[in-house]
């Protein structure tokens, strides 16, 4: 079920992370938190997944929109462990990944979420199920082993993973399904009405759409359907009509948006397990 990994991973040093996200080396908090709050430092966490086998692979930050929460602001780090990979019979790999989100303002707890990252198509998406849950360690009481536990419990589930994934390979689709699955993909870009399809307010034509961006995503399983939707909605790989132009969908750049998005793609692909 979980492999060694081929390829060594390269993982993020201290120096890199600060390069990209300077506000997880805060060494205090904002002056507006709770007398009740303890300060945190993300390095910290960071340190101890470290201690736990899961390395940095990526950092980023939001811009701050006020002056008073410069550097407090909310950022994510995501964590990949070398020793662990979900690999496919068809030679599709995943690496499970932990998503860490935290401020320094007193509005985030550490919050851990699931994630896969698929390498025929270097992207990642959030696993929004009830099974697989998200996890909060509020800053007040943080200590190592509340890591450990908190972590392993998450490693308990990522199983669960390779049912998931198997599912979306062992459910066809017919065409209407994939117009119906592109649809409410797209739906969670703009913003529609009830009872409005995307496609004719923004004349999307779902053929282009659905073409696939390389061979692995050829197929008509909810996987290789599901990754081919991801990728394009997340990259902004699709162009659409708004009115009378032509318009070429943008990457989504804040991870804030990037993490709800994939969550909702997650949970509109499950509607269509067989």
């Not at 004719?200 to 282009?208: C, G, P, S």
Request: charged residues 30%; proline residues 2%; contains cysteine.
């Amino acid at each position: 079920m979980f492999q060694a990994q081929q390829k060594e991973v390269e993982f993020l040093n201290d120096e890199q992370i600060r390069e990209v996200c300077p506000v997880a080396f805060s060494e205090g908090a904002s002056s507006e938190v709770s007398k009740h709050y303890t300060h945190i430092p993300t390095n910290q966490v960071i340190d101890d997944m470290r201690k736990l086998g899961w390395g940095v692979i990526e950092a980023k930050q939001v811009s701050a929109r006020k002056e008073k929460t410069t550097g407090f602001q909310k950022h994510m780090i995501v964590f990949r462990h070398p020793d662990l990979m979900v690999e496919g019979k068809d030679g599709d790999n995943v690496w499970p990944q932990i998503i860490m989100t935290n401020s320094h303002d007193g509005k985030n707890s550490f919050t851990f979420q699931a994630g896969m990252y698929r390498f025929v198509c270097s992207n990642g998406l959030v696993i929004a199920d009830e099974e697989f849950g998200s996890m909060k360690i509020r800053h007040m009481g943080y200590d190592f082993e509340t890591l450990r536990e908190t972590i392993g419990e998450m490693v308990e589930k990522l199983p669960l993973t390779v049912e998931s994934m198997n599912k979306f390979k062992n459910t066809e689709l017919t065409k209407n399904q994939k117009y119906d699955l592109a649809r409410k993909a797209l739906e969670t870009r703009f913003n529609v009405q009830e009872n409005q399809k995307v496609d004719k307010i923004y004349k999307i034509d779902l053929d282009k759409f659905l073409e696939p961006v390389r061979k692995e995503d050829a197929g008509n399983d909810l996987w290789s359907v599901f990754n081919l939707v991801q990728e394009k909605i997340v990259e902004g790989d699709f162009e659409y009509i708004s009115g009378a132009k032509l318009r070429k969908a943008r990457k989504i750049k804040n991870f804030k948006q990037d993490l709800d998005v994939n969550k909702k793609l997650f949970e509109v692909a499950k509607e269509f397990v067989a």
